[in-house]
């Protein structure tokens, strides 16, 4: 396993990868997708304990998608239970062990992001917006837009970090038998490594799942048509959300050299 670095440029190519990659079984895809984020809905209507559950099984479930990849480039079927390809590793117990704590380490920088982002960031202002009150005067939904946007960007500075140690340990753990200190810190290594890539990529699909779908709703809204906005915005965010999901196997492709022999397009 050999840590590449490549051109800033490599980020579009990453995207372009993931859309030929969704191209080749976008059903399966579409199905892996939906199931986990109707599963991740049904979690967390449990207080706590759903949401925690979700949390450690993450890592679990981003190698289960990472592996429909590779079954996608070789034709072959892609059923549900691939999602369960970490928990259940033929070759030992020791990945199941090693996956399910890089899950409880992923819930406790979750936790601590969470509590920084409180200290910043007044929630409560954000629940009117969030249950779309009609009743909201122009000085509260000021202030609540005021607070989203601090949210969103207090949220995803702090998170930055954490999806670094994140983006590859997982894998790197599944398929490299990595212990956990060391899958975290190659992790952190490539997206620094790579990190004009990383940049670009991200703001590209930052672009698409949130300046889009805000820029539609606006439209919507000026159109007199807000309540048919989810119409549009919800299967256009489920294609964008699993091609996103299937270019983050091109980022491994990239950012590391391995013995697999799987070719990608673009």
């Given at each position: 396993m050999k840590l590449n670095s490549v051109a800033a440029s490599e980020g579009y190519v990453w995207i372009r990868q993931g859309i030929w990659l969704f191209k080749q079984n976008p059903l399966g895809f579409i199905a892996l997708v939906f199931m986990y984020v109707f599963?991740?809905?049904?979690?967390?209507?449990?207080?706590l304990a759903g949401v925690l559950v979700v949390l450690i099984l993450t890592p679990a479930l981003s190698v289960g998608?990472?592996?429909?990849?590779?079954?996608?480039?070789?034709r072959e079927r892609i059923v549900p239970t691939v999602y369960l390809v970490a928990?259940?590793?033929?070759?030992?117990?020791?990945?199941?062990?090693?996956?399910?704590?890089?899950?409880?380490?992923?819930?406790?920088?979750?936790?601590?992001?969470?509590?920084?982002?409180?200290?910043?960031?007044?929630?409560?202002?954000?629940?009117?917006?969030?249950?779309?009150?009609?009743?909201?005067?122009?000085?509260?939904?000021?202030?609540?837009?005021?607070?989203?946007?601090?949210?969103?960007?207090?949220?995803?500075?702090?998170?930055?970090?954490i999806a670094m140690v994140m983006w590859f340990a997982p894998v790197?753990?599944?398929w490299e038998n990595m212990p956990i200190g060391k899958a975290l810190f190659a992790s952190w290594m490539a997206c620094w490594t790579n990190k004009g890539a990383f940049i670009i990529y991200m703001s590209i699909w930052s672009l698409f799942l949130i300046a889009l779908p805000l820029?539609?709703?606006?439209?919507?809204?000026?159109?007199?048509?807000?309540?048919?906005?989810?119409?549009?915005?919800?299967?256009?965010?489920?294609?964008?959300?699993?091609?996103?999901?299937?270019?983050?196997f091109a980022t491994w492709k990239s950012c590391f050299t391995d013995n697999d022999a799987e070719v990608m397009g673009s």
């Amino acid at each position: 396993m050999k840590l590449n670095s490549v051109a800033a440029s490599e980020g579009y190519v990453w995207i372009r990868q993931g859309i030929w990659l969704f191209k080749q079984n976008p059903l399966g895809f579409i199905a892996l997708v939906f199931m986990y984020v109707f599963l991740a809905q049904l979690a967390i209507l449990i207080p706590l304990a759903g949401v925690l559950v979700v949390l450690i099984l993450t890592p679990a479930l981003s190698v289960g998608f990472m592996t429909a990849c590779r079954q996608a480039i070789q034709r072959e079927r892609i059923v549900p239970t691939v999602y369960l390809v970490a928990l259940r590793s033929p070759t030992s117990n020791e990945v199941r062990n090693r996956i399910l704590q890089l899950g409880l380490i992923y819930s406790v920088l979750i936790l601590i992001l969470s509590l920084i982002a409180s200290m910043v960031v007044d929630f409560q202002a954000l629940i009117p917006l969030l249950t779309n009150d009609k009743n909201m005067s122009s000085v509260a939904t000021a202030h609540a837009m005021s607070q989203l946007y601090s949210a969103v960007l207090v949220g995803g500075l702090i998170y930055v970090p954490i999806a670094m140690v994140m983006w590859f340990a997982p894998v790197l753990i599944a398929w490299e038998n990595m212990p956990i200190g060391k899958a975290l810190f190659a992790s952190w290594m490539a997206c620094w490594t790579n990190k004009g890539a990383f940049i670009i990529y991200m703001s590209i699909w930052s672009l698409f799942l949130i300046a889009l779908p805000l820029g539609l709703g606006i439209l919507f809204d000026a159109m007199g048509l807000g309540e048919y906005v989810s119409f549009a915005i919800a299967p256009l965010s489920m294609a964008g959300l699993t091609v996103m999901y299937c270019s983050f196997f091109a980022t491994w492709k990239s950012c590391f050299t391995d013995n697999d022999a799987e070719v990608m397009g673009s």
